[in-house]
Structure formats: C-alpha cells, structure tokens
C-alpha cells in the first residue's frame, strides 16, 4: 500500500478552502499561477475540466509527492457560460440574466499526483433556481456580497436565500467545490480520509 500523500488545495478560493476545512481534512493552500481558458466554443464541461487540470498541473510541477486537489466552477444558462464577472456592470448583467430563471453551476475537479502518475477526474452540475426580483432587490444584493470572485456574480453561501428559491443538487458544488463527490474520490483512489477531531 502506498502511503497517503498530503494534499494540497491548488485554489485561491476561500469557499474551497473553508468547504475542505469544514468537512476535516488537513490540507495546504498553493494558488496556481496560470491564465485560465475562456472560450465558449467549448463545451461546458470540458471547459471546466480543462482548467481544473491546468491548474493542477501549475501547481504539481513544485509539489510532486502532493496529491494536487484543484477545481474550476462555471455557470451556464441556456447556451452562455458565465465565468467571473471582469467589473461591476458585468456583475449586474449577469445577475439580471439569471434573474427570475432557471441554470446550472458545473464544477470539475481534477485529483493529480505527478510522482506517481495518478489522476481522477470528476464534474458535477447542480440546477439553481433564482427568484424574480426587482432591479432595486438585485443591486441590495450586490451592496451586500463581493460578486468579483464568483461565477455568475453570486454566492449560494452569501444571503442566498434573497435570490434563490430552491437548488436541486449538490449546494457545496454551487458554493466551490461538490463535497461529497471529492470525499469519496479522495478516499477510494488516493486513501486520503478527514483527520479525526
């Protein structure tokens, strides 16, 4: 039996970050330094699983003996793809977009450990369904989140009962990272399990 290797997290994320602490395990944060790829000519789902694999390959390249844990998270509505919004104006078209609608929030992670040459990689959707709100509810939302680092220019996990009305689905996936589905992987192909409190 191999031993476990430790993990670090390859994200900039506080939601990853808080969701793996929360869950128990024992990890160290490397923020990847790569530009990801936005093109909307790609499917959806490998879109997210490219860059999820980017970044793990950035950040593998100085933590080989690392299981590399690393993710991308993107809305998608109807056909447009909604990354992180580039300004304000942009949080808010997005946020009126998805206004009063139903869409899906893809996450991929991608679990690299390079000395060994093993990879597991998974994508889950969730289905999210957005109250109709007025123009003067959506810009109070905004007043009271930072919408610059999140896909779709919202967070579940941020006064999201003001503008969501249900999630059918995996609710960590639509915060950063799907929990349940990377405590199983971790475990079944990598023997990593939370450190007991």
Not at 163 to 168: H, M, Q
């Amino acid at each position: 039996m191999d031993p476990v290797p430790p993990l670090v997290l390859a994200s900039g994320s506080p939601r990853r970050s808080d969701l793996l602490k929360e869950a128990g395990y024992d990890f160290v944060i490397v923020k990847p330094l790569v530009e990801e790829v936005e093109d909307e000519a790609i499917p959806i789902r490998e879109l997210t699983a490219l860059n999820a694999r980017l970044k793990a390959d950035a950040v593998a390249t100085t933590h080989g003996s690392s299981l590399i844990l690393a993710a991308d998270t993107l809305v998608l509505l109807g056909e447009m793809v909604f990354g992180k919004p580039t300004d304000r104006e942009d949080a808010s078209r997005m946020l009126g977009e998805l206004n009063g609608r139903a869409h899906q929030v893809f996450t991929a992670v991608t679990l690299l450990h390079r000395d060994s040459g093993r990879i597991h990689s998974l994508s889950v959707a969730t289905d999210v369904y957005f109250k109709q709100l007025t123009r003067a509810e959506m810009e109070e939302y905004h007043r009271r989140i930072d919408p610059m680092d999140k896909a779709g220019a919202y967070a579940a996990q941020d006064h999201g009962t003001l503008i969501i009305e249900r999630i059918s689905g995996s609710m960590s996936n639509v915060i950063g990272l799907p929990m349940d589905e990377v405590a199983d992987a971790l475990h079944e192909h990598f023997g990593i399990t939370p450190v007991p409190r």
